[in-house]
């Protein structure tokens, strides 16, 4: 089952910033965050990861407190074509963990409008 | 480079006949996923490789069979289909597991009626 609950849907306009924040109250302490984005009819898309505090690359920030028990993908003044479902996973790195955290849930779909 | 290739991109199977999904990675990753995605819903893990001759079920083995004689190739293979396996078949790899991003295939659509 997947470890992470994030909104069903957001909507906002273009130009603004938008923040989906994932909840993971049972987060182990080797689990790493990871945001994917996928458009209709296709494969999902690594946006970024991260494990605490902050990390930023060209796209997204992602914000993780100090309990790690929630995240949130900020993508900064947002545009029509990021109209898309957007999935928060926690999964263990390196060699163990098994399939654990590597079920996708419903994810967040986004819809920016004009 | 490709990446990860699937084919075919459609199929239409009837029922109890079966059939191989293609995956192949040019990426030399070590670990390869075969997930499918039901309408509206998120993906959900068949089945998974961590490297060449190991493969290890995932949240919804049961139907399907994968094996991984190459790091390149890692194929699935329904048999005897059912309606319930409707779905779109995505095909990923990764260098490691979990911290490591996922590159995903374009993905397989099939029907069973």
């Known amino acids: 089952l997947a470890k992470t609950t994030q909104p069903i849907s957001m909507d906002s306009y273009e130009g603004q910033e938008v923040n989906i924040t994932c909840s993971h109250n049972?987060?182990?302490?080797?689990?790493?965050i990871t945001w994917y984005q996928q458009f209709p009819s296709q494969g999902p898309r690594f946006i970024i990861q991260?494990?605490?505090t902050k990390v930023t690359n060209e796209v997204a920030s992602l914000f993780i407190p100090a309990d790690r028990k929630s995240s949130t993908l900020s993508l900064p003044r947002v545009s029509l074509s990021d109209t898309a479902v957007y999935y928060c996973?926690?999964?263990?790195?390196?060699?163990?963990?098994?399939?654990?955290?590597?079920?996708f849930g419903k994810g967040t779909h986004l819809i920016i409008q004009p | 480079n490709a990446g990860v290739t699937q084919t075919p991109k459609f199929r239409i199977l009837k029922i109890g006949q079966s059939m191989t999904l293609q995956c192949t990675q040019d990426?030399?990753?070590?670990?390869m996923y075969w997930y499918r995605q039901d309408p509206g819903m998120g993906l959900k893990l068949i089945y998974y490789?961590?490297?060449?001759?190991?493969?290890d079920k995932g949240e919804v083995p049961n139907g399907y069979n994968v094996s991984r004689s190459t790091t390149e190739d890692f194929p699935l293979r329904l048999e005897l289909a059912a309606p319930s396996q409707t779905s779109v078949y995505f095909c990923?790899?990764?260098?490691?597991?979990?911290?490591?991003?996922?590159?995903f295939g374009p993905g397989t659509r099939l029907t069973v009626t």
């Open positions: 990923a790899s990764s260098e490691n597991r979990g911290s490591y991003e996922q590159y």
């Open positions: 049972n987060i182990a302490t080797n689990d790493y």
């Open positions: 991260g494990y605490k």
């Open positions: 996973l926690a999964a263990t790195g390196g060699t163990g963990g098994g399939a654990d955290g590597l079920t």
């Open positions: 990426m030399n990753h070590n670990y």
């Open positions: 490789s961590v490297g060449a001759g190991i493969t």
